[in-house]
């Protein structure tokens, strides 16, 4: 039922965040957000786990890639890297969205029609979209632009850096091409101290958890606010 989905996708976020570490990272601080010497803000910069942690992790990352269709190529080229630099050496693709996969596969979207696991956000995404559009009649996710819909937990929050899009429709216009996109798991909203919690994968380096700063839209739902230059441009939503 969707109403135990939705639980297991927290439950599981949470499970592989306390695996990673419990890190947090607070873009609602002004500390976090502030710039040094005209430089970008700290949170840009890479802050890669230790090689004994990395190590320690190296088989759960292989596990999420295992969850994303197409990914044999890169786990190879992985292999053919620890090969040759040891098992120290860090994974080299960006794996979130193979985190993502994972997560919705442990939870029970296990057919593509449902949740269509990929290599790149950007795949899901545009399944959200075309289920907004009424195509996608079994899938988990539906897309809104932010503050139009409740968010949940369970639901996911997506930005796009390249390009970096500011709402639905301009990813409309691009569907089927690459972007260079993001999502995370709503974990909680926390309307007392203006934040949502959620949880993402590869965000520097490791599984964790961000408080992004969130206020009221328009329409009276919660939405999530600009942080230090980066904007969430979309809300997809779990059905039921």
């Not at 695996?19 to 502030?34: P, Y």
């Not at 949740?115 to 959200?128: G, K, S």
């Not at 089927?176 to 996109?181: I, K, L, P, Q, V």
Request: proline letters at 4%; charged letters at 25%; aromatic letters at 10%.
């Amino acid at each position: 039922p969707g109403t135990e989905i939705r639980q297991r996708i927290v439950d599981i976020a949470i499970q592989e965040w306390a695996f990673f570490g419990s890190s947090v990272i607070d873009m609602t601080s002004q500390e976090e957000l502030e710039t040094n010497n005209g430089r970008r803000p700290r949170f840009w910069r890479s802050n890669w786990m230790d090689e004994e942690e990395a190590a320690r992790l190296a088989d759960d990352v292989a596990g999420y890639w295992a969850a994303a269709p197409d990914s044999s190529w890169i786990v190879e080229k992985q292999n053919q890297r620890w090969r040759e630099l040891g098992i120290t050496a860090r994974w080299r693709d960006f794996w979130s969205a193979a985190y993502i996969s994972w997560v919705m596969c442990e939870a029970g979207l296990g057919k593509p029609e449902q949740f269509q696991r990929a290599i790149a956000h950007h795949t899901y995404i545009d399944q959200a979209i075309r289920a907004r559009d009424g195509l996608e009649a079994e899938a988990a996710y539906v897309a809104y632009d932010v503050g139009e819909a409740e968010i949940l937990p369970g639901d996911m929050l997506c930005r796009g850096s390249r390009p970096e899009y500011r709402n639905l429709e301009q990813r409309r216009g691009q569907m089927g091409e690459g972007a260079r996109t993001h999502c995370d798991v709503v974990i909680e909203m926390d309307a007392e101290n203006k934040q949502v919690r959620v949880i993402g994968g590869n965000v520097r380096g490791s599984v964790r958890m961000k408080l992004l700063p969130i206020d009221l839209a328009i329409s009276g739902n919660l939405m999530p606010q600009p942080y230090g230059g980066r904007q969430i441009f979309l809300h997809l939503k779990l059905s039921g």
